[in-house]
C-alpha cells in the first residue's frame, strides 16, 4: 500500500497523560498536514509542513500540541497533558508540491479517546 | 478562502443518479474546485477536482457553470457504497500550498 499510513489507529488515554501519533505521508510528497475532526464536524487544519519545516500552525494548536517531521519523511503529532476535549480523530494528509492544485491525500486518521 | 455551502444531508436510491450542488459565491479568480469523499471513521478520500466547465473521471463528473459560482457533482448510478459524506472544497493554489477548509458536508444516504 503505497498511501498515507497513520499509527495507532486507536488510542485511549486517561486525562493528563500524553500521547504520541505517526504520519508516514506517500514517499514522494513533499508537503505534510495534521487535521483534526470531531464528529459531525469537517477536518479542521492544525498544521502544515514543506520537508522538515513547518510553515503554519492553527490558533488550535494550542502548546500542549507538538508536531515535528524530522528529515522531511515522517511526521509526529504529540498532546501533552490531554484533556477530554482532546478527543477526536487526527488526520494526516500529504500533497506534493509543484503540482498546481496540491491535491492532498488523507490517511485512515488516529482516533483519540481521552477518558 | 471562499466560503462554501451544501445541503445537510440527501438520500437517494440505489441506481440513480444523484446531484449535489455546492454553492460558493465568492470565489476568486485562481480557485479551483475540489470535491472530497468519506465514509465514516476513515480519512477524506480526493474525488474530482475542477476549474471550470466539465470535468468527469471514472468516478464522477463535476460541472461548473460559466460565472464560477457554484458547482455540481454528480454520481452516476449510485450504489449502497456510495453512503458517506460528500465535502465542496473552494481553494487558491497559486501561491503554493492549500490550506484547506472543510464544511460539515453533504451526507448522502443511499436506500436500497
Known amino acids: 500500500d503505497t498511501g498515507v499510513s497513520q499509527d495507532p489507529r486507536h488510542k485511549i488515554t486517561k486525562r493528563g497523560q500524553n500521547v504520541t501519533f505517526r504520519c508516514d505521508p506517500i514517499?514522494?510528497?513533499?508537503?505534510l498536514y495534521w487535521y483534526r475532526q470531531t464528529l459531525g464536524q469537517g477536518p479542521e487544519f492544525l498544521t502544515y509542513f514543506q520537508n522538515e519545516a513547518q510553515l503554519e500552525k492553527s490558533r488550535l494548536l494550542s502548546d500542549r500540541f507538538s508536531a515535528e517531521r524530522p528529515k522531511g519523511s515522517f511526521s509526529t503529532l504529540e498532546i501533552q497533558r490531554t484533556e477530554q476535549g482532546d478527543s477526536a480523530m487526527y488526520l494526516c494528509?500529504?500533497?506534493?508540491?509543484?503540482?498546481?492544485?496540491?491535491?492532498?491525500?488523507f490517511g485512515p486518521g488516529t482516533r483519540l479517546t481521552v477518558l | 478562502l471562499a466560503k462554501t455551502t451544501q445541503p445537510i444531508s440527501m438520500d437517494s436510491y440505489e441506481g440513480q443518479e444523484v446531484n449535489i450542488t455546492c454553492s460558493h459565491n465568492n470565489i476568486a479568480t485562481n480557485d479551483y474546485i475540489t470535491w472530497y469523499q468519506q465514509f465514516p471513521s476513515q480519512g477524506p478520500r480526493f474525488i474530482i477536482q475542477?476549474?471550470?466547465t466539465k470535468v468527469t473521471n471514472e468516478v464522477a463528473s463535476l460541472f461548473i457553470p460559466a460565472d464560477r459560482k457554484s458547482s455540481t457533482l454528480s454520481l452516476p448510478r449510485v450504489s449502497l457504497s456510495d453512503t458517506a459524506v460528500y465535502y465542496c472544497?473552494?481553494?487558491?493554489?497559486?501561491?503554493?500550498?492549500?490550506?484547506?477548509?472543510f464544511g460539515t458536508g453533504t451526507k448522502l444516504q443511499v436506500i436500497p
Open positions: 475542477g476549474y471550470k
Open positions: 494528509a500529504s500533497s506534493l508540491r509543484g503540482q498546481r492544485t496540491d491535491t492532498q491525500y
Open positions: 514517499s514522494e510528497h513533499n508537503r
Open positions: 472544497l473552494v481553494g487558491d493554489y497559486s501561491g503554493g500550498y492549500q490550506k484547506v477548509t
